[in-house]
């Protein structure tokens, strides 16, 4: 797939402020969207758990999908300690 936006020769990178210009920057964007899309693919997919199967969450950090938690499916992340509900940092129970 070709990139779009691909500065010519001779064409300028940066403005006098040390900014990139908007062709430049540009590039660079559809540059940083073809990367995220190529290793991340255009979604994210977390791990999908019930309450009952959830990992250990010692490894803080972690994130997954709660798929039968109370008042429905959820992301959760992990604490160190507990897996936490994203959206209100309560512990998924």
Do not use: C
Not at 36 to 59: F, I
């Amino acid at each position: 797939m070709k990139v779009v936006s691909i500065p010519e020769h001779g064409d300028a990178l940066t403005e006098g402020n040390g900014e990139a210009t908007r062709l430049f920057q540009a590039f660079l964007d559809e540059i940083v969207q073809r990367l995220n899309d190529n290793l991340l693919g255009t979604q994210v997919q977390l791990a999908t758990y019930t309450v009952t199967t959830l990992p250990s969450a010692t490894a803080a950090g972690g994130l997954i999908y709660v798929f039968d938690e109370v008042g429905g499916s959820t992301p959760a992340f992990s604490d160190g300690i507990a897996w936490r509900r994203v959206s209100d940092r309560a512990i998924v129970s």
